[in-house]
């Protein structure tokens, strides 16, 4: 489940890099708030090329 988070791709990357850079430590607390599914947002931004980097709290 992706509760309140848009399924295309690019809108995907947009939204999350920005709630990640203004809200969330990390990408696990933004899927246990959105009660999102953290292997279907990385499948899918995978599919146009970007992976999570820890260090930098961001998909590039």
């Not at 809200?23 to 959105?34: F, G, I, P, T």
């Not at 146009?48 to 980097?53: G, K, M, R």
């Amino acid at each position: 489940m992706m509760t309140g988070l848009p399924k295309d791709p690019v809108l995907l990357l947009g939204v999350v890099n920005t709630k990640l850079r203004d809200y969330y430590s990390d990408l696990d607390a933004l899927c246990e708030d959105m009660q999102a599914e953290k292997e279907k947002i990385v499948e899918q931004l995978k599919g146009i090329d970007y992976e999570y980097d820890e260090s930098v709290n961001q998909f590039v």
